[in-house]
């Protein structure tokens, strides 16, 4: 059974750095697309980030990009996002999700596995 679990979120202000980690059990990081997507109360969950698992360069919503960098550790089966200049609209829960394959993919219908989740606040 495939398992993620997000680390990492806290309460910060506006302008810090947060590093996210995801790790994967269950499976290795080959043949396995993972990606954050990001959940406020009320509203849809919303892409964030996606990376494949054939050194393809990493995707970013128009919202965080020039402000996130995703990247993966095969070695300890690990995905992480590093978000700087953190903005309270960054408010969020932040959730990791897996799908196998090899196409990355940008909507929350297409991944198959979830974390629970971890809380990110950025006061102003």
């Known amino acids: 059974q495939v398992q993620l679990a997000e680390s990492g979120g806290g309460l910060v202000q506006a302008g810090a750095s947060l590093r996210l980690a995801c790790v994967v059990s269950g499976r290795t990081l080959s043949e396995y697309v993972m990606a954050w997507f990001r959940q406020t109360p009320g509203k849809e969950r919303e892409f964030v980030a996606t990376?494949?698992?054939?050194?393809?360069?990493?995707y970013y919503a128009d919202s965080v990009k020039g402000r996130a960098t995703m990247s993966r550790d095969s070695a300890k089966n690990t995905v992480y996002l590093q978000m700087n200049s953190l903005k309270p609209e960054d408010t969020a829960v932040y959730y990791c999700a897996g799908r196998t394959g090899a196409a990355a993919r940008t909507g929350a219908g297409d991944y198959s596995t979830w974390g629970q989740g971890t809380q990110v606040t950025v006061s102003s």
């Open positions: 990376i494949g698992w054939l050194n393809q360069s990493p």
